[in-house]
């Protein structure tokens, strides 16, 4: 499998962004995805995770209500729209992948991993 993730970029606090996640290599529909992030001088960390039929989304506490995760299908993508944004929102946001219908918001339980996209709000 491999991803990409992309739509990272400097923003303001309080701005949006929305980032992309294409995979390609296996049946999309067969994947629960997640995204995680990790800030300079910090551990990789649950962001947000939808189950492989989009039946159930997950959220770290620090981003309910701001961030909403979906998927679509037929584009083989899945997103993460980032709504209120703050600067403790600042890191490279990974897209990650497993072949379960439930999530997990540790990343060793992740199979495949993208590239990261950068994330910088400016206060």
């Known amino acids: 499998v491999q991803l990409q993730a992309s739509g990272g970029g400097l923003v303001r606090a309080g701005g949006s962004l929305r980032l992309s996640c294409a995979a390609s290599g296996r049946t999309f529909s067969s994947l629960s995805m997640g995204w995680f992030r990790q800030a300079p001088g910090k551990e990789r960390e649950f962001v947000s995770a939808?189950?492989?039929?989009?039946?159930?989304?997950y959220y770290a506490d620090s981003v309910k209500g701001r961030f909403t995760i979906s998927r679509d299908t037929a584009k083989n993508t899945v997103y993460l729209q980032m709504n209120s944004m703050k600067p403790e929102d600042t890191a490279v946001y990974y897209c990650a992948a497993r072949p379960y219908h439930y999530y997990s918001s540790r990343p060793t339980d992740y199979n495949y991993w993208g590239q990261g996209t950068l994330v910088t709000v400016s206060s």
């Open positions: 939808i189950t492989r039929s989009g039946d159930r989304t």
